[in-house]
């Protein structure tokens, strides 16, 4: 399980927690995590989890995606890193 801490600036916006295998990141309504804001793409990027692992990859978005600051295009996400996407950044928490 995995939970989400999305922020803009110093503001925490809201906290998610899910099991799913497969998390979507983006604009669009039907993401699992939306993103409202004209520099976050449509489909921004994608979360899987694969044996415990979970897998941020970009969807080829406008902006990039950014992981504890640096630009990927897929990297294994730990417990407490900084995702980036456009003015949000996302606290991530891996859960036993």
């Known amino acids: 399980m995995i939970r989400f801490t999305i922020k803009q600036g110093d ?3 809201r906290e998610i927690q ?3 295998d497969k998390i979507t990141l983006g604009r ?3 993401n699992d ?3 409202p ?4 793409s449509r489909n921004h990027a994608i979360v899987e989890c694969s044996h415990g692992r979970y897998i941020i990859a970009d969807s080829y978005s406008a902006n990039g995606t ?7 295009t897929s990297t294994e996400l730990a417990d ?5 996407i456009a003015p949000y950044t996302i606290i991530v ?3 036993e």
């Open 66 to 72: 950014l992981v504890n600051k640096k630009a990927i």
């Open 37 to 40: 804001g004209p520099s976050v």
């Open 18 to 20: 899910l099991d799913q």
């Open 80 to 84: 407490n890193d900084e995702i980036v």
């Open 93 to 95: 928490n891996i859960l």
């Open 28 to 30: 669009r309504e039907d």
């Open 11 to 13: 503001m925490v916006e």
């Open 33 to 35: 995590i939306v993103l």
